[in-house]
């Protein structure tokens, strides 16, 4: 006879993976739920709340209606790799092989796991500047390497050189690059490029560059990517997807560039994760990749447009900003608020706490600062707002921040 309690008792802590016991669900995704939840504005978690552009819906389902309904070859539809690759020349002016450099997976997050999945070993180390777009925790452990975390310093996110210099050494076998950055808006510059390239020759190391938001630009910010960076094309893996750049986040298509060598091992990791992403979309992202130029600088403003909104919005509320040059996130520090009530708002952070009693009380959905941290005391005192927003949500919000007393 087995009673409930009796079931449980058998899936101990050695029935569960280690492993996954070392981080917890995602607080970005979390926040949407609990936005849902209590009917609030969502400025937490980075996806679009307007529609994606017609012509990639229109060639989604034109794809549909031509059949192309079965799996893709494994490590990505060649009308796809082609237009990646064409692209990726066009604009960083770097060529790969659509045959062996390139392996498209299911969204940008599967392609970071899976290309660190696929050059990590025992001992390993990843150098990780911090704050980190929060996934990046969890492919550490999942991978199996050991993080170093080298500091962005407020105002303006820059690095100690030092800092940097000692994070590398003979176990380090990459760093982890997101430029433009989530959550900072940094763009890293070519100067800040080349020091790192230099770190990485000495020590051997790849660098991995998580580039998704490499077309949300402001104040004459260029997007570089490290592989463009001279003697980094061989050992540089670059992440990107259509999520940002097309609006297009629940599609989940992204993808690697990187040498043949490691392509190798990041096409069979990925093949016996998820065989492939979805075809038809693979199929409307290589007529996307073809957008002319105008698309991107339409992108770019009328991002810049509501960086603008947001700005204003926080500033009068009562936030420090930390006005961005890329991506759609602003930082905020919320030293200027009060701590709120520690019984109502459990949790060990300031921010949190004050996440908390922003989507229960105030009716507005952020992220916190800690979430993008190692130790969470780190960012107690910032919280993420994001404005990849329309008009009417940004005004919505700033109805109700007014109710915020600073
Ligand atoms: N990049 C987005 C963010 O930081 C969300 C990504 C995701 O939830 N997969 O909010």
Redesign the pocket.
């Known amino acids: 006879m087995s009673s409930p309690d009796t079931k449980m008792a058998h899936i101990s802590r050695r029935m569960l993976s280690a492993k996954a016991e070392q981080f917890t669900e ?1 607080v ?2 979390e926040m949407t739920r609990l936005a849902l939840k209590h009917g609030a504005v969502n400025l937490s ?3 679009p709340d307007f529609a994606a552009p017609e012509e990639i819906k229109e060639a989604a389902r034109q794809a549909i209606s031509d059949n192309i309904n079965q799996y893709a070859i494994t490590w990505g539809a060649k009308p796809l790799r082609d237009a990646i690759v064409e692209k990726f020349e066009r604009t960083q002016g770097v060529k790969y092989d659509p045959e062996r450099e390139i392996t498209i997976c299911c969204g940008s ?1 599967e392609a970071m796991m899976s290309a660190m999945m696929a050059i990590i070993n025992p001992g390993d180390e990843i150098v990780v500047f911090e704050p980190f ?1 929060e996934n990046y925790g969890p492919d550490a452990i999942l991978s199996g390497a050991t993080p170093r975390f080298v500091k962005l310093r407020t105002p303006d996110w820059s690095f100690d050189e030092k800092e940097l210099a000692a994070a590398f050494g003979p176990h380090t076998k990459a760093i982890i690059l997101n430029t433009p950055n ?1 959550p900072t808006g940094k763009v890293f510059t070519r100067a800040e490029l080349e020091f790192i390239r230099d770190l990485c020759v000495r020590w051997n190391a790849y660098c991995i560059t998580d580039e998704i938001y490499e077309h949300i630009l402001y104040d004459g910010a260029e997007h570089i990517s490290m592989a463009r960076i001279e003697g980094m094309r061989d050992r540089t893996i670059v992440i990107n997807g259509l999520s940002k750049t097309y609006s297009v986040t629940g599609w989940r298509v992204g993808w690697v560039l990187a040498p043949p060598e490691p392509t190798q091992p990041i096409r069979k990791v990925h093949d016996f994760l998820t065989v492939g992403a979805a075809a038809p979309l693979q199929q409307a992202g290589a007529s996307a990749m073809r957008f002319p130029q105008s698309y991107y600088d339409k992108l770019a403003s009328s991002y810049l447009t509501k960086r603008e909104r947001l700005l204003k919005i926080l500033t009068v509320a009562g936030f420090t900003v930390f006005k961005p040059r890329g991506a759609y996130y602003i930082m905020t520090d919320i030293s200027g608020f009060a701590d709120p009530d520690p019984v109502r708002f459990q949790a060990d952070t300031k921010d949190v706490r004050f996440a908390k009693y922003l989507v229960e009380e105030i009716g507005v959905a952020v992220v916190p600062g800690s979430s993008f941290y190692n130790n969470a005391q780190d960012g107690a005192s910032q919280v993420r707002f ?1 404005f990849c927003k329309k008009e009417e949500t940004l005004a919505a919000a700033e109805e109700r921040l007014a109710k915020l007393h600073a």
């Open positions: 995602s970005i995704r978690q980075g996806f997050t777009y989530n994001t």
